[in-house]
């Protein structure tokens, strides 16, 4: 492509909070929007708009939480963009224009790789997903360069990076501007629809679907059940019988975590281990005997349920992780907690409980622990839980 060559460049059509939110001409903006509200699109026109204006060798970035997300954003961008346009190097992840300017998608969970020169613009998509120590190295990097920055995210608790730096762009700090953009506003700018917002409402819990849709931060950063529901939960062991077992199965790296509830909800016996699959079943048998279970089915659990269901009296049943029912596996949980129809002592179950979050994915809402962390303690807790609720009629007719 020569120099001399000229494009004709049309904005994408985006409504005006998009507009007012992003398209603005101060270096910094924070953008707390809803999800599904139309931040990442902008933000790639954004970004787009930034690079075609820029030289041979400025570089551009795009910082998604993980590496992965930021490989969407790419292809996005690719196919946003007319193909003479851009020649695309898929293993470093770079598009590169004609001018000669290059945009980088880059992920935040490696936060070494967030230090380069020459940075004329970045994004920061899913900000408040971020570690602080990614936040920290794309700053220094602007710093430099006097580089522009959007950062644009769900509300996800106040106990992150982007939650703070928000607050002081709203505050009216030199060189910010702030912006929010709730699941109405959405709604109004014709990308989203209302009935969606409004099944959202209905299905998820208040603070969930407040900080998804609402952009208003919950105090317990984005975590279902709610640290004070959590902690008026404990109580020490129950010394009664067990009435009904959860028991989620160690895969490759966990644990595998059984949890026996007694006929009052209160946790009776607790065990948590790693051994061979034989060693597994072994006490599986040992410890529930007759007493109904709810056992992880999922992949290698599969197998594993049919060996101890074998000569059994039929009182294990299994269960199936997919996003969709481990979701509502969760919110009978959630209920369980905030009705304090469950209690439990001090220690992994807590600590498990504690860390647990929901994230936004293009699916729904999954609800897991954070990356590195188990939860293998909550997943059994949840499994009890639901096989004490289930009424005995339908006991029996979910195990014919
Ligand atoms: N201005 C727009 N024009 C057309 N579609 C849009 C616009 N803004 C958002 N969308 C659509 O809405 C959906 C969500 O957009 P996205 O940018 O992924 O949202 P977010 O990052 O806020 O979750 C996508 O399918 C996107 O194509
Ligand atoms: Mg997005």
Redo the contacts with the bound molecule.
């Keep these: 492509m020569t120099a001399q060559a000229k494009y004709e460049y049309t904005r994408?059509?985006?409504?005006p909070k998009?507009l007012e939110a992003i398209f603005h001409t101060k270096r910094y903006g924070m953008v707390e929007?809803?999800?599904?509200?139309?931040?990442?699109?902008?933000?790639?026109v954004w970004i787009f708009e930034q690079a075609i204006q820029g030289k041979d060798g400025d570089n551009y970035w795009w910082v998604a939480p993980i590496y992965a997300q930021a490989k969407i954003a790419y292809r996005?961008l690719k196919r946003f963009t007319p193909v003479h346009l851009y020649k695309a190097n898929e293993s470093e992840l770079t598009i590169t224009l004609p001018n000669g300017a290059v945009i980088w998608f880059k992920g935040a969970d490696n936060p070494d790789s967030l230090y380069g020169e020459d940075v004329k613009a970045a994004v920061g998509?899913?900000a408040s997903r971020w570690k602080d120590e990614a936040f920290h190295a794309l700053r220094s990097t602007l710093t430099a360069t006097r580089g522009m920055l959007r950062l644009?995210g769900?509300v996800k608790g106040k106990k992150n990076f982007f939650y703070q730096m928000c607050r002081r762009a709203e505050s009216g700090t030199q060189d910010m501007e702030y912006h929010v953009?709730t699941a109405y506003d959405?709604v109004a700018?014709?990308?989203?629809q209302l009935e969606e917002v409004e099944d959202a409402k209905r299905q998820l819990p208040e603070q969930v679907f407040n900080e998804l849709y609402l952009c208003k931060p919950s105090d317990d950063g984005g975590n279902p059940f709610g640290i004070a529901a959590i902690r008026a939960c404990i109580a020490p062991l129950s010394n009664k019988p067990v009435a009904a077992w959860g028991i989620d199965l160690a895969k490759s790296y966990d644990w595998t975590v059984a949890i026996g509830l007694d006929d009052e909800g209160r946790v009776a016996k607790f065990e948590r281990w790693q051994s061979p699959w034989q060693e597994t079943k072994r006490r599986i048998k040992a410890m529930v005997g007759n007493t109904p279970a709810l056992i992880d089915s999922t992949g290698v659990g599969d197998p594993v349920l049919e060996d101890i269901q074998e000569g059994s009296q039929g009182n294990f049943e299994g269960f199936k992780f997919s996003s969709a029912s481990k979701q509502q596996l969760m919110e009978g949980l959630a209920v369980a907690i905030q009705s304090q129809k469950v209690e439990y002592p001090e220690g992994h179950i807590v600590t498990e409980l504690e860390q647990f979050e929901y994230e936004?994915t293009?699916t729904g809402v999954k609800y897991s622990a954070p990356q590195g962390m188990h939860d293998d303690c909550v997943c059994a807790l949840a499994l009890a839980v639901s096989k004490m609720s289930v009424p005995k009629t339908q006991m029996r007719i979910r195990s014919l």
Excluded: F, M
């Excluded at 994408?12 to 409504?15: C, K, M, R, S």
């Excluded at 700018?189 to 989203?192: D, I, K, Q």
């Design positions: 994408p059509w985006l409504y998009q929007a809803s999800t599904k509200a139309g931040k990442t699109i902008s933000c790639i996005r998509d899913e644009i769900n953009i959405a700018g014709g990308v989203l936004y293009r």
